[in-house]
């Protein structure tokens, strides 16, 4: 069983910046596209952005083009999430999670029910 593992999250200021780490200790991701989604309090869990297993492809939710980006190492069997600019309402608890690509075209889908394996989440907190 894939298990994915997230870090790097904190307590940050207003415009200031993360790096989120997620692995997979044991396996391979490089043949997986790879989500990370948040979810506040009382709030559905969304999508933040995804990349193909290739890296080729990306895409990011509306309320963050521009100020995170999202990027693999398939060497290093990690993909990172780079949060800059970070404002009040990225405040929540982030999770990577993974499916298996079946040729390295697919693109990295949206909704989180196609999403087959999901890590445990790490807080990011932004706060004066």
């Known amino acids: 069983q894939l298990e994915l593992v997230e870090s790097g999250g904190n307590l940050v200021q207003p415009g200031g910046s993360l790096r989120l780490s997620c692995a997979a200790p044991g396996f391979t991701l490089d043949d997986h596209n790879i989500g990370w989604f948040r979810q506040a309090p009382g709030s559905e869990r969304e999508m933040v952005s995804c990349?193909?297993?290739?890296?080729?492809?990306?895409n990011h939710a509306d309320s963050v083009k521009g100020r995170f980006s999202i990027s693999r190492d398939n060497a290093k069997n990690t993909v990172f999430l780079q949060m800059n600019n970070l404002k009040f309402e990225d405040t929540a608890v982030y999770y990577c999670a993974a499916v298996w690509a079946a040729h390295p075209g697919t693109i990295c889908p949206v909704p989180k029910y196609e999403y087959r394996y999901w890590g445990q989440g790490t807080q990011v907190t932004v706060s004066s």
């Open positions: 990349i193909s297993s290739s890296g080729r492809y990306t």
